[in-house]
Every structure is written in structure tokens, then in C-alpha cells.
T-cell receptor, first 115, second 116 residues
Framework: AQKITQTQPGMFVQEKEAVTLDCTYD???????LFWYKQPSSGEMIFLIY??????QNATEGRYSLNFQKARKSANLVISASQLGDSAMYFC????????????FGTGTSLTVIP | NAGVTQTPKFRVLKTGQSMTLLCAQD?????MYWYRQDPGMGLRLIHY???????AKGEVPDGYNVSRLKKQNFLLGLESAAPSQTSVYFC???????????????FGSGTRLTVV
């Protein structure tokens, strides 16, 4: 079974609008971390935001927020006030604290911001 | 600048040739990883290391070998390259997490390898 599922291969959003990128995960470990990374066309992987499974509040980092719904096992990334520079691939990832040694990545969502 | 440095950035190999990719980090991270990224498949773990002198297999280890003789370096070797190994390779590192609130990997900039 897939550990991380991203069902949106591609998304479009108008500049200055908000967009939600979906991510669901599968784990039986009660302690885990969820991450989002951005990969622009230049290729580097940029860490955006982190959510721990025991965190009571949704994580926020500037224009990024993580909509964490533990019972549904979803960890959607919300980007507010989209900018042209947000056009990139976005990867959701999870690390299970029990095994601890590797991250599981989704297949990514390609976001295009339209001027 | 501190971070993870991968060399080379680009390489073209002929089938059957060998090569080594170097990953170097100067953040004193304990853990280091090699991933490959292929279209539509996200990042898949090849091998990883939890410390100097130790390595372990990941999800797709076949055709690759690794070594971590020094804490700051993690080498990925292809003994006999195949076209199926055409990919973008990423190295990553992180600290040993002491509590749940770790902040993920630091990635290198990637190596684009083509095997013809």
C-alpha cells in the first residue's frame, strides 16, 4: 500500500488566490511527522512545512499552512495569496518515528500559477 | 555555504560503465540518504546510512552500492550502469531526531544521470 498519496498530478491557480494541495497518508505508527517540499524547475528540494502527529494545532509558515486532519489521515497544504514563484512541483512526505530512518514521498503535484 | 553538496551535477554514461556520485555535508548530520527521482514516481530511497561505517538498503537498492567511510561523505556507486538507472539522484542528510519536532532533510541540488 502507498504510504503517501497525492491524487492531483497537476493544479492551476490564479495569482493571488489560495490553493489546496491534497495529501493522504497511511501508517499504524502513532508517532509520525508530515512534511511538504517544493521543487521548482531548477530542481532543488526546498523544505516548506512540518506537522507532528501529536501537534494540537495546524502548522503554519508564512503563506503556507498544513490542514491536518488526523482521523482522515490527511495533511493538505494550503498556499494563500499565490504568487508566480509558487509554480513548482510539491511533494508530501512522511517519517514514521518507530522506524525513523527514511521518509516516504508522494508522487507530487505540479502547481502552475496563472497571472 | 553550509549544506549538502553533490558532485557531479550532470553525467552521461554508456551502458556498462561505472561511476561514483559524491555527497558531502558540513552540518555534522548523522543520517545520510540517496534517493532517485523518476517522473510520476516521486522520490525512492536507494540506500541510507545512520552513521559512519554503516549503510542499509532502501526501497530500490539493486544495481547500486554505497559507502560512508567518513561522517561527512556518502558515496553512491554504479558498478555497471544500465539505461534503467537514468534518473535524477538526490542526496539528503539530517540530524538524529531527539524529539518528534525534527525538521526533515537537507537536500543536495541533485545529479542528472543519463545512461545511453
Amino acid at each position: 500500500a502507498q504510504k503517501i498519496t497525492q491524487t492531483q498530478p497537476g493544479m492551476f491557480v490564479q495569482e493571488k488566490e489560495a490553493v489546496t494541495l491534497d495529501c493522504t497518508y497511511d501508517t499504524s505508527d502513532p508517532s509520525y511527522g508530515l512534511f511538504w517540499y517544493k521543487q521548482p524547475s531548477s530542481g532543488e528540494m526546498i523544505f516548506l512545512i512540518y506537522q507532528g502527529s501529536y501537534d494540537q494545532q495546524n502548522a503554519t509558515e508564512g503563506r503556507y499552512s498544513l490542514n491536518f486532519q488526523k482521523a482522515r489521515k490527511s495533511a493538505n497544504l494550503v498556499i494563500s495569496a499565490s504568487q508566480l514563484g509558487d509554480s513548482a512541483m510539491y511533494f508530501c512526505a512522511m517519517r514514521e518515528m518507530g522506524t525513523g530512518n527514511q521518509f516516504y514521498f508522494g508522487t507530487g503535484t505540479s502547481l502552475t500559477v496563472i497571472p | 555555504n553550509a549544506g549538502v553538496t553533490q558532485t557531479p551535477k550532470f553525467r552521461v554514461l554508456k551502458t556498462g560503465q561505472s561511476m561514483t556520485l559524491l555527497c558531502a555535508q558540513d552540518m555534522n548530520h548523522e543520517y545520510m540518504y540517496w534517493y532517485r527521482q523518476d517522473p510520476g514516481m516521486g522520490l525512492r530511497l536507494i540506500h541510507y546510512s545512520v552513521g559512519e561505517g554503516t549503510t542499509a538498503k532502501g526501497e530500490v537498492p539493486d544495481g547500486y552500492n554505497v559507502s560512508r567511510l567518513k561522517k561527512q561523505n556518502f558515496l553512491l556507486g554504479l558498478e555497471s550502469a544500465a539505461p534503467s538507472q537514468t534518473s535524477v539522484y538526490f542526496c539528503a542528510s539530517r540530524h538524529l531526531a531527539t524529539r518528534q519536532g525534527d525538521y526533515g532533510y537537507t537536500f543536495g541540488s541533485g545529479t542528472r544521470l543519463t545512461v545511453v
